[in-house]
């Protein structure tokens, strides 16, 4: 009859030597293990890589986003200036004018209460206080002027600071005086 077929057994593996020469060992460990390995390290530097292109585009929408705001901010500069100028200006006007109807109210006080002998020679207002110099024909006149003043509540801490008789008779003085609630 017909030849039997006779089945071939071939192995491919091989038997493991119980002593293995080293480059033997070194290169089982090197199939076994070190494809993980050479796969851990080629994932470590591909998302290495992508990183680098994520925080490259970044750095370049930063450095963008950076140019506009400072065309932004050179623009506004301009408006900015100008504001700032206008404020100072009007914080002038307002220290000015703020103090005119106090500055009014005191002369028109001077003016309704100093004897017609009475010259002032200078009048100087303060942020605080007034100071003047006034002559006055004779004591009398400046007698009235000084209780006018006192008796006014418009004034406190009123100070005499010089008083002089001159060869003429005149008197010549300087007050200084600290003016009260300029609301008043």
Same mark, same amino acid.
């Given at each position: ?14 038997? +493991? ?5 080293? !480059? ?8 076994? %293990?070190?494809? %993980? &390995? ?8 591909? !998302? ?12 370049? *929408? ?8 400072? =065309? ?5 500069? @301009? ?15 307002? !220290?000015?004018?703020? #103090? %005119?109807? %106090?500055?009014?109210?005191?002369? #028109?006080?001077? @003016? ?23 002559? =006055? ?10 209780? #006018? ?7 406190? @801490? &009123? ?8 060869? *003429? ?12 609630? +300029?609301?008043?």
């Amino acid at each position: 009859m017909a030849q039997t077929k006779r089945k071939t057994d071939i192995n491919l593996v091989v038997l +493991k030597v119980k002593e293995e020469s080293l !480059s033997a060992q070194f290169l089982t460990w090197a199939l076994t %293990y070190g494809r %993980y &390995i050479i796969i851990i390290i080629q994932i470590v530097v591909l !998302s290495v890589f992508f990183m680098r292109f994520r925080l490259d585009r970044d750095r370049t *929408d930063l450095k963008e986003s950076v140019g506009q705001k400072e =065309a932004l901010i050179e623009s506004i500069s @301009e408006v900015d200036a100008e504001v700032r100028r206008v404020q100072k200006s009007l914080g002038d006007i307002k !220290s000015v004018t703020g #103090n %005119y109807d %106090y500055v009014l109210k005191t002369v #028109n006080f001077l @003016e309704d209460n100093t004897p017609s002998d009475i010259s002032f020679t200078l009048l100087t207002f303060g942020k605080q206080g007034l100071r003047f110099t006034a002559v =006055a024909d004779n004591l009398t006149s400046f007698n009235v002027l000084l209780k #006018n003043i006192q008796d006014n509540k418009m004034f406190s @801490e &009123i100070q005499l600071e010089d008083l002089k008789r001159k060869a *003429d008779g005149k008197v010549e003085f300087r007050v200084q005086a600290m003016l009260q609630d +300029k609301k008043n």
